[in-house]
């Protein structure tokens, strides 16, 4: 149920969304985003080999960050701003857990304005990328 | 791992200067399948007569979507899709590289059907001292979006690249 400029306040929490992508689900975002790494899909490559492991794409997460804003917005609103640092490493099949919560609320010249702290976790608690927001409401 | 990195004049010159315009593709195609790459489930970013109905001209782009750069396979990377000559680069000689964060500010709705104009260009070189990896050169970036039929810039990008 997306939020409206009124129904929401400094404090509240995004519902949060989490993500569980496997090589499937990179696959997909490889081919929609274009990145071609084989760092995101194959175990036998060089750069997994030296990881260890293959990785989720940064831009994945950036991504899934901006779905979590854009759930709890809904369509009456739009994101103004949107940014995070890819921190720490995701893995493929470990939930990859999208939060945020609204820092700050304010009017200026006319525009309805809110900013949201976000970050992904994972099943640690480690925080891999931290991310911000800035919203307009209609 | 880099003994000591050193930001020369000639990588220093290249702050500022715009790199060669790509082009941005937004399609119903591309829309979709971005909106599908990060698991989207919103209809309005498949179905055109629910993005019309929320008030949108075309499938609008998903959250950090700004259109595919046209691949041309001599132009193109094959490892990331992106221009070879247009995407932000110095001669830094270091081996390695990570993606250090991106900043995506927007002045208006993008939509399937936009054709997008990209220019970069190089806005900070600096060392920086990292426990893991040892010397560091960042290196951010600005590519504004403008669209080719108004010519109004609709976005702005900031890439934070790491080199060491």
Redesign the interface.
Known sequence: MAVTWDSFAVGDTLPERV?T?GIA?LV??????????PLHYDYGSMQAKKLGSIIVH???K??????L???WLG?SG?????????RGMDLPDRPLICRGHVVRKWEQDGAKLAELALWIENADGAITTPGSAIVAFD | MADRIVITEAMRSRIGCDFPAWIYEVTTTSVRAFARGVGCTDPVYYDEAAARAAGYRGLPAPPTYLGTPIFIPDQSSDISSRPLAAEPSIEHGLAAQLDGGTDTEYYAQICAGDTLSAVSRITDLELRQSKSLGQMLVMTSETTFTRLDTGACVAMQRRRWIFY
């Open positions: 993500k992508p689900e997909k975002f490889a081919a929609g985003s274009g990145d071609f790494n940064g831009r994945y950036y991504a899934s960050l901006g779905q804003v854009c759930e369509h739009r994101i103004s701003r949107i940014s995070c640092e890819y």
